[in-house]
């Protein structure tokens, strides 16, 4: 009997300890994967996932491109790897089964949590970006069909090996897509955490594109069509400048929100008396808002002692002021703003027409005022075009700096 139990005991320690050799650990996780996301319309978008060390713990990014979203933190949880992205309200959470990831990315969206299945494999180089001239450079896309159809800008290259390039539409730009070209046809995607995008485009033999760009929403792919930039297609772009009005610009700009602390800011406090002033109507779940956050700092710090305030409105998710509070804190800590970040609402239907009843025909985050030292908005500039735009991005600041420069000018 005792012999019995002696064996019962080894054989348990064995077991323990294969258990122990086969347990997922760290270092199984470390690496570039490519990471499929998928999408409503059964599509699926990629993007590469890098996990690495941070001391004790595993952290990692989302890379599109040259672009990285990084994690805010990380841990193995039950030999499960689960990354945060706290300023998205997000997590990675994923298993290594048979060498490959499967899981989910979560994170807030309106009043739901919204889920994403992923799955990842090792990451190998693309052979590069074969038969990449008919795509190369900027196009007009026209997207859908009919009345309903919109008409955005696009530019590809190569780089690196691999296809990239942006869409612009009236909001900005969707930041850096990455791909390849295969069997003809141009594929791109992004996933960074909030967009996930594809672009499917083949060329025709009179130099025009066709496919389909799918948004990542439950309405699927929209067809498309790509021409290069001419007069007739170019005018039908939406204007940023003119997108959004002012009712009456004879009428003061007025706003009264509470700051991250609960402190009520209102446009009639000391502050912000004969300044020239950027409002930015932002949330922190729109990513071409932290493009244009930092932007706005550097004229902030520039401008601020000859007269220049600025101020985020921010429209949130939940309407639960804790919650989206803390994400407005967590929003102008990441980037280090220091102008004040104002909770203005949320991003229900109609939410901004209520609590900026002034304005008219708001469509897009980040949407920018500019009023002078007088009170009255004398421009407003709809969507921010990103570092992913290239020449854009850099005409768009100046042009803003240029705006600036002149209202602070005027006495």
């Known amino acids: 009997m005792r012999n019995r139990f002696i064996l ?12 122990s050799c086969t347990r997922t ?38 890379i599109n491109g040259d672009e990285r979203t990084e994690a805010t933190g990380g841990a193995l949880d039950g030999g499960r790897l689960k990354l945060r992205f706290d300023y998205y309200d997000g997590e990675l959470d994923v298993e290594l089964k048979n060498g490959e990831l499967h899981g989910v990315f979560t994170r807030q969206w309106r009043k739901e949590r919204l889920r994403r299945g992923v799955h990842g494999v090792r990451y190998v180089a693309n052979p590069g970006a074969a038969a990449a001239a008919p795509f190369l450079g900027e196009w007009i896309l026209r997207v859908g069909e009919g009345e309903s159809a919109r ?7 190569e ?8 869409v612009i539409p009236l909001s900005g730009d969707w930041g850096t897509l990455a791909g390849r070209v295969e069997n003809g046809e141009l594929l791109l995607g992004r996933f960074d955490g909030i967009n996930v995008r594809t672009v499917k485009l083949k060329a025709g033999a009179d130099g025009i594109l066709g496919g389909t760009v799918d948004l990542g ?4 792919a929209r067809k498309v069509v790509a021409e290069r930039p001419a007069e007739g297609n ?24 509470p700051d991250v602390s609960g402190r009520m800011v209102s446009s009639a406090d000391e502050r912000f008396r004969g300044k020239v002033i950027i409002a930015s109507i932002s949330g922190t779940w729109c990513p071409n808002c932290y493009d244009e956050g930092p932007f706005l700092q550097e004229l902030y710090d520039r401008y601020r002692t000859e007269g220049l ?14 919650r989206d509070g803390e994400q407005l804190r967590i929003f102008g800590e990441r980037l280090g703003l220091t102008y004040p970040l104002l909770l203005a609402g949320t991003t229900d239907e109609g939410d901004v027409d209520r609590k900026l009843p002034q304005l008219e025909n708001f469509s897009v985050y980040p949407t920018t005022i ?15 075009e990103g570092r992913a735009a290239g020449e854009r991005f850099t005409r768009l600041k100046s042009e803003i700096e240029e705006l600036v420069r002149e209202l602070l000018s005027e006495r």
Not at 8 to 19: D, N, R, S
Not at 48 to 60: A, K, W
Not at 151 to 157: I, P, Y
Not at 159 to 166: F, I, S
């Open 25 to 62: 650990g760290v270092e199984d996780y470390l690496g570039l994967w490519t990471l499929h996301v998928s999408m409503p319309s059964g599509d699926r978008a990629e993007c590469r996932l890098e996990v690495v060390r941070s001391g004790r713990d595993v952290s990692g990014a989302l």
């Open 8 to 19: 019962v005991c080894i054989a348990a320690a064995l077991l323990i300890f294969a258990a």
């Open 234 to 257: 170019t005018a039908a772009l939406a204007d940023p400048s003119t997108a959004t009005r002012v009712k009456n610009p004879a009428e003061p700009f007025r706003f009264a929100f």
């Open 309 to 322: 305030e600025v101020v985020v409105l921010a429209f949130e998710y939940t309407g639960d002021a804790a």
């Open 370 to 384: 500019f009023i002078g030292r007088d009170g009255l908005v004398k421009r407003i500039h709809a969507g921010f």
């Open 217 to 220: 929403g439950r309405d699927g």
């Open 159 to 166: 780089q690196d090996g691999e296809m990239r390039g942006t």
């Open 151 to 157: 008409h955005w800008r696009a530019s590809f290259r």
